[in-house]
């Protein structure tokens, strides 16, 4: 999850866990998971106030990225996944981004 400086609370008033929703969160799919629940997380998300959402789907190589504003993408392995307004600077192959580290450089 990206929480920026300024939605963050100040220390002084921080105790347990985070109340404020992140810009961002991710969710990677394992292959165990069951589509409905990882859908019924992604609405939480949404619902609580996150701007974006990655679902990251390792076996299949993609990326469904969920904006607030219900539209939802598709990116596959050879395209890129950004962070669009939310991270604006932020761009990765979704190949490079979900690869196995004990595979090697992609080409």
């Not at 629940?37 to 619902?47: G, P, T, W």
């Not at 219900?70 to 600077?89: C, I, M, N, Q, Y």
Request: glycine letters at 4%; proline letters at 7%.
């Amino acid at each position: 999850m990206y929480l920026t400086a300024a939605r963050t609370p100040p220390v002084s008033q921080r105790s347990g866990h985070c109340k404020v929703a992140p810009e961002i969160a991710v969710e990677v799919v394992s292959p165990d998971d069951n589509f409905k629940d990882v859908n019924e997380k992604v609405e939480e998300y949404l619902a609580a106030g996150v701007r974006l959402v990655w679902v990251v789907i390792v076996r299949g190589q993609l990326v469904h990225v969920h904006r607030n504003n219900e539209t939802v993408a598709k990116v596959r392995a050879d395209h890129h996944v950004s962070g669009e307004d939310v991270l604006p600077d932020f761009q990765c192959r979704v190949a490079e981004f979900i690869a196995d580290p004990l595979a090697g450089p992609q080409s």
